[in-house]
């Protein structure tokens, strides 16, 4: 049974292609099969997360245009087996997908016996991220905490209730999940950032993670490494524990603190 | 006599002032006057207090073509024996600046003007926006149990409107009834939006954008801390929209 998943947001810059990179390889850890698709045509940007973009030979539309086969296209990562990228098309716009070539090349995954379809939506409310959603099983929206990614995400959280495939055939709709990035607890302590709570509360969905604001990310980024898979870093940690709760096990939040500083920390303002 | 002194005195014989009407709208798909009439007098049927002598302003909007002075006369005249009283064009339709002199109709701006579907045909079109029939009095609030995103418009035709969810901001509830939301309210809220003053919006969480009785509205632009976050009913009290903390 597959599942094809969407990670979208509205606004732009908020760590949609991060979370479905990460989300992707964290599932594909835990021995799933995963295909993650970038949906944002012209602006190709999850091969680069994922350090693939040199392997990047057929892309999303060639497969949609019958240029290639989806195995040609399919690009298979090095780190884990389980795991294949679809690339978007850089020279083309999103004109270029159609609801009908998206279907096909998604029920050529799921009779491929995939078990995840990660959707990786472009910004904005058009027809790319449209197409993103349209045909998915369930949602991670990612938000940052402030108004205006939170207003977005409102809005995004209305198109999925109403101009999905699930709602408009009343297949019981998507199911909807909110991550937070970019949190940042001391900003939150000092009423400069939304807290968790600010934000369930908005948008009234339950939360099924909380990524610290981390400089590993960006690092991870450019390295080409999702960050879920650098050891170290709290952010990996906070992606490993969504993870779990997109499979149904259950754990408490963490990241919601200050870390406490050390004494010699403190001393020397280290 | 007196009266003019009266007037004199008061220094005015008339005053001048600047109001809002509701209007119904009567928007037209074809200029044959028989098709309209037919229409037009079941419609009535359904209502007939409501539309009986009722002023309507007629919307070429969705005319595919440009109808002449005199197939006008005859759409007119058909809403005339239907019962309702044109009273103007509205004038987002260009054709409409052309015939609102030969027919002596003023030209009425709307709020928001009609874009008829270009690809859909005209069966089509004809179908589309023909509305519900008038409900009839006593019927059940609408009941709405999802939130209602910020975007989202939900419309009570008739009724009541309830909302046993969030209302975000930017979203839209509107009611010809009454407004009941019983979680927040961030979004905008409009009861009575045709023209019932004794309609009502109430809410537990008050942050509305925007509250509107019978076209009476207020706009938030900074909340009243008595107001903010508390169960809140509004009114009509003449020409005056009144709020209230709820259970204080």
């Known amino acids: 049974m597959t599942e094809i998943i969407v990670v979208t947001s509205g606004k732009g810059g908020v760590g949609k292609t991060t979370t479905s990179a990460s989300m992707a390889c964290g599932l594909a850890r835990r021995g799933k099969r995963v295909a993650v698709i970038d949906f944002d045509i012209g602006l190709r940007n999850l091969d680069l997360i994922m350090g693939c973009e040199r392997r990047v030979v057929y892309d999303f539309v060639n497969v949609i245009n019958g240029d290639c086969t989806l195995k040609q296209a399919l690009i298979k990562d090095k780190r884990l087996e389980t795991l294949h990228l679809l690339a978007a098309s850089q020279t083309r716009d999103k004109d270029a997908l159609t609801e009908d070539g998206v279907r096909r090349v998604l029920d050529e995954l799921i009779a491929d016996a995939f078990d995840y379809i990660i959707c990786d939506s472009p910004a904005g409310i058009e027809k790319g991220a449209h197409l993103a959603m349209y045909f998915a099983d369930r949602a991670v929206v990612v938000v940052n905490p402030e108004v205006s990614s939170v207003r977005d995400s409102d809005r995004i959280l209305g198109l999925l209730a109403s101009k999905t495939h699930r709602s408009v055939n009343g297949n019981g709709g998507v199911k909807e999940h909110l991550l937070l990035t970019r949190y940042n607890p001391r900003r939150v302590a000092n009423g400069e950032m939304m807290s968790v709570g600010d934000v369930k509360d908005i948008l009234g969905l339950d939360v099924i993670g909380v990524v610290p604001e981390s400089p590993d990310v960006l690092a991870a980024s450019n390295a080409g490494v999702p960050v879920i898979l650098s050891d170290t870093s709290d952010a990996a940690a906070a992606y490993e524990d969504a993870v779990a709760r997109l499979l149904g096990e259950e754990l408490p939040l963490r990241f919601l603190d200050e870390p406490k500083r050390g004494f010699f920390a403190r001393m020397f303002g280290g | ?248």
């Open chain 2, 1 to 248: 006599m007196t009266t003019q002194r009266a007037e004199a005195a008061s220094g005015t014989a008339i005053d001048i002032r600047f109001g809002q009407v509701g209007l119904i709208q009567v928007l037209i798909w074809t200029t044959d006057p028989g098709a309209i009439l037919d229409e037009l007098t079941g419609r009535v049927a359904t209502a007939p207090k409501f539309f009986q002598r009722t002023a309507v302003s007629i919307d070429l909007g969705p005319l595919g073509h440009e109808p002449s002075a005199e197939e006008m006369q005859g759409v007119l005249d058909a809403v005339r024996r239907a019962g309702m009283c044109p009273v103007g064009l509205a004038s987002g339709a260009a054709v409409a600046q052309a015939l609102s002199r030969p027919l002596d109709l003023p030209l009425l701006p709307p709020f928001r003007e009609f874009h008829p579907p270009a690809e859909a045909g005209a069966r089509a079109r004809r179908e589309a926006p023909r509305p519900e029939p008038e409900p009839e009095a006593g019927t059940l609030a609408q009941l709405h149990a999802h939130p209602v995103r910020s975007g989202q418009r939900v419309y009570a035709r008739g009724r009541d409107l309830v909302v046993t969810a969030t209302v975000g901001a930017g979203a839209e509830l509107i009611a010809d009834g009454c407004v009941h939301v019983y979680g927040a309210l961030r979004g905008r809220a409009v009861a009575g939006a045709r023209g019932e003053t004794g309609a009502r919006v109430f809410c537990q969480d008050f942050h509305a954008e925007l509250v509107s009785i019978a076209g009476v509205f207020r706009v938030f632009e900074t909340l009243p801390p008595e107001l903010a976050g508390k169960p809140v009913q509004a009114w009509l009290d003449g020409d005056a929209l009144r709020f209230e903390r709820l259970g204080a």
